[in-house]
């Protein structure tokens, strides 16, 4: 293999091992964030697959859970009648 293939190769390694770096670090950040704020975003999950009207963080960029608008939250069936 000619020389320049073997630095490439090389610094492709590199940029892998830093890359599962910044997604570790990034994921403690997001594990300590309580998203308090949230804008909706098209949010491309794979190229191509875009999910319109999604909730990310303002603060960190994670996705927050959707709430489903079919379940009634603190709901108490005492007080139902
Ligand atoms: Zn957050």
Redesign the pocket.
Do not use: K, V
């Given at each position: 293999m000619k020389r320049i293939y073997k630095e490439i190769k090389q610094e492709v390694e590199e940029c892998y091992d830093e890359i599962q770096h910044y997604e570790a670090k990034l994921k403690g950040l997001?594990e300590k964030?309580?998203?308090?704020e949230t804008t909706r975003v098209n949010y491309m999950w794979a190229p191509g697959h875009i999910n319109p009207d999604t909730e990310v963080?303002?603060?960190?960029?994670?996705v927050?859970p959707r709430k489903n608008p079919y379940i009634v939250e603190n709901m108490d069936p005492e007080k139902m009648e």
């Open positions: 997001r964030c309580d998203h308090p963080c303002s603060i960190c960029g994670e927050t």
